[in-house]
């Protein structure tokens, strides 16, 4: 598997927030979000291959029983099913997060859904092309719904954001609205304060939940933390 970085450390966004972690990162993305947050996963993916013996190894001498599986996108990762089994055969909880765009069958406890909305196309004329072809796909949400235990996770830059994520929510009128959570668009802690507290508020408002970004609070943009 192509895997950018795997560290000891804590999730810091969603209903696991300050949970003691170990991040497996995976290399490679669909997409192309103007504020993606691990650049070195998407547009300039980086990393390096790695067997699933080795990752059995970085697993099994976690000291974490939480394994957060995220990237880049990797539902991607042709092997994930393999590497989920080994996780869940070390006794981990297992978090896989994903734009929602790719379906694969994985063992999972928590699959964190972060549907990208328009406010994530780039400028870039070439690539927003392939992302807004790409961004929403929601069969694939819809399967993810129904077989795993799901939240729907929107990152928002704006007050009319969270009216497009009203909008979007219609197409799932089976989701509760204390599955969807409101994070900051935020890759500095100036970022996160600016944009923290109206958003915590709206959230409020529709009865979401708002995700603290916990590892951006604490490390600002340091990657590997």
């Known amino acids: 598997m192509f895997i950018a970085e795997t560290y000891e450390s804590f999730q810091g ?17 669909n997409l192309r979000c103007w504020f993606c947050d691990t650049p070195y996963t998407s547009w300039q993916p980086e990393g390096e291959e790695r067997s699933l013996d080795e990752l059995a190894v970085t697993v099994n001498n976690s000291e974490s029983k939480h394994v957060v599986i995220t990237g880049g996108e990797p539902l991607l990762a042709a092997q994930l099913t393999e590497l989920t089994e080994i996780c869940r055969a070390a006794g981990s909880t297992i ?48 399967s993810l719904l129904e077989r795993y235990d799901c939240i729907l996770k929107f990152v928002i830059d704006r007050e009319a954001d969270v009216a497009d994520v009203c909008c979007y929510l219609q197409e799932f009128p089976h989701v509760m609205a204390e599955q969807v959570w409101l994070m900051p668009q935020a890759r500095t802690q100036d970022e996160l304060r600016a944009r923290s507290d109206w958003l915590q508020a709206a959230a409020e408002s529709h009865r979401f939940r708002f995700s603290p ?3 951006v609070e604490k490390f600002g943009d340091a990657r590997g933390v």
Request: proline letters at 10%; aromatic letters at 2%; hydrophobic letters at 30%.
């Open 213 to 215: 970004r916990l590892q």
């Open 95 to 142: 978090t896989i997060e994903t734009a929602g765009t790719v379906d694969r069958s994985v063992e999972c406890d928590l699959m964190v859904i972060s549907p990208k909305r328009p406010n994530s196309s780039p400028e870039n004329p070439q690539w927003r092309i392939r992302h807004e072809q790409t961004r929403h796909q929601p069969a694939v949400v819809r």
């Open 13 to 29: 966004e969603g209903p696991w927030a300050g949970t003691p972690s170990l991040i497996i990162r995976t290399s490679g993305c």
